[in-house]
């Protein structure tokens, strides 16, 4: 069975059929054109970066200098844990960080709040971020979703 012949079967010969067909491959692709924004859109709003801008515009902002650090794990591989100062409504406290390797902690780290001072989070620290994939995966597939969704809405015969 030569392409010709397979696309015959795929997609009927009838011109109609075809013109559905374009209309599901133009949907796909419009799909696309609505899912990277948006895709884009979400992993921002769900990620840190969108939480240090907030921080930042509402001014919540502390410098924080390094006390201790020490590195655990093999050599030249080294993960570290660190201390900071910092200094808050005149109290002194102190916050712990982890590093993941390659990265060393530095001298100076900026700590950010939205809200609360109590819940205190850097950029530069090792995060492990809840896996978003469920929330990110319906938008990843939306284009495919919205193209199965107008084949059953026109009616297409699948023939294989």
């Not at 939480?51 to 924080?64: E, P, Y």
């Not at 100062?85 to 406290?93: A, F, I, Q, R």
């Not at 982890?98 to 700590?111: A, D, E, K």
Request: charged share 25%.
């Amino acid at each position: 069975m030569d392409y010709q012949e397979a696309f015959v079967k795929l997609f009927t010969d009838n011109p109609v059929n075809w013109a559905k067909w374009v209309a599901v491959f133009a949907v796909l692709v419009l799909g696309y054109r609505i899912s990277i924004p948006l895709f884009d859109k979400v992993s921002y709003r769900l990620g840190r970066e969108y939480k240090r801008d907030l921080a930042r515009k509402r001014g919540h902002i502390i410098k924080a200098f390094i006390l201790d650090r020490h590195p655990s794990g093999d050599v030249g591989k080294y993960d570290w844990y660190a201390k900071y100062e910092y200094l808050l409504d005149g109290d002194k406290k102190v916050y712990r960080v982890y590093f993941n390797h390659p990265n060393c902690p530095p001298r100076v780290i900026y700590l950010y709040y939205v809200n609360s001072p109590k819940r205190l989070f850097s950029m530069d620290e090792y995060h492990w971020d809840v896996p978003l994939g469920l929330i990110k995966l319906p938008i990843f597939f939306l284009p495919w979703i919205l193209a199965v969704l107008t084949m059953a809405a026109l009616q297409i015969p699948i023939t294989v």
